[in-house]
């Protein structure tokens, strides 16, 4: 197991390393352009997009899905749907899944009958930007054994030293919802990580995972995450999240792929 100090030295020490990205040339900044991708002779507001242009927010689909395996327990397997509308600095989002910074369901958790619901904000700067959420989890599982409504909220914070170089944390909080057999705990969850931009369509990222569990008793999952998202057009792209885990009880390897499209 890498020692957490040598990790953290690690991660910041490549911060140091490596402020403005504008890869359109329209003089807005990537983290705050809801039109990229503008020619850089159009003319464009504070928002980067043509002053010509009645910008309607941007809706994205995702599918994929995970895979989990190891040496001593079966494979399994889930598939993750994402539906996702951000205007302006809100955003709206309804997913089988409750995954963010890492791509990754939270650790065993089966997805089949389970609707996220979660609305959230960015507030943005040229150096940083951070994002608040809020959201409900539905159990539509086996009606006699469903559990009541998880509440949760979230906040990831990134910071941008330079054109190319992300240090992120996030953290995550879930008020659980009981069933009619279990009570099960509130758990938490955290990652701290650093990304980079290779190229215009390729970035990718290590991180820190850490998630306590809903069930009374049970050991946190830890892991090691590498996730890597390339553009295949301008609006189709690709993930990929594989993640080792550092503690007993978890799947050894976890694989996250998934394809998605936006639509401006």
């Known amino acids: 197991m890498i020692p957490l100090r040598i990790l953290f030295t690690f991660l910041f020490f490549n911060a140091a390393l490596l402020a403005y990205s504008d890869m359109d040339l329209d003089g807005v900044d990537d983290s705050r352009d809801l039109c990229l991708g503008t020619p850089f002779d159009v003319i464009v507001d504070k928002n980067g997009c043509p002053y010509d242009k009645l910008f309607l927010g941007k809706l994205t689909l995702q599918v994929g899905g995970d895979f989990s395996f190891d040496e001593n327990s079966d494979d399994t397997s889930n598939l993750n ?19 963010e910074t890492t791509n990754l369901n939270e650790p065993g958790e089966d997805n ?27 159990d539509f599982g086996d009606h006699s054994n469903a559990r009541k409504n998880d509440v949760y909220a979230s906040v990831n914070f990134e910071y941008l030293p330079n054109n190319r170089q992300t240090v992120f944390l996030y953290y995550s ?24 931009t290779v190229n215009p369509k390729w970035y990718t990222a290590i991180s820190y ?3 306590t569990s809903y069930y009374p008793g049970y050991d946190a999952y830890q892991a090691l995450s590498w996730f890597n998202s390339y553009t295949l057009s301008d609006n189709i792209y690709i993930t990929c999240n594989y993640a080792y885990a550092l503690d007993d009880l978890s799947y050894d390897h976890i694989i996250s792929v998934n394809l998605g499209v936006h639509f401006d």
């Open 81 to 99: 749907l994402y539906l996702n509308y951000t205007y302006r600095n809100w955003s709206f989002s309804l997913s089988d899944s409750n995954y």
């Open 173 to 196: 909080y879930t008020l659980s919802g009981d069933s009619s057999t279990m009570d099960y705990d509130n758990f938490h969850s955290a990652s701290i990580g650093t990304g980079y």
């Open 209 to 211: 995972n850490y998630a």
């Open 112 to 138: 089949t009958n389970n609707l996220y619901v979660t609305i959230g904000y960015l507030f943005q700067h040229e150096t940083w930007s951070s994002s608040v959420s809020v959201g409900t989890k539905f």
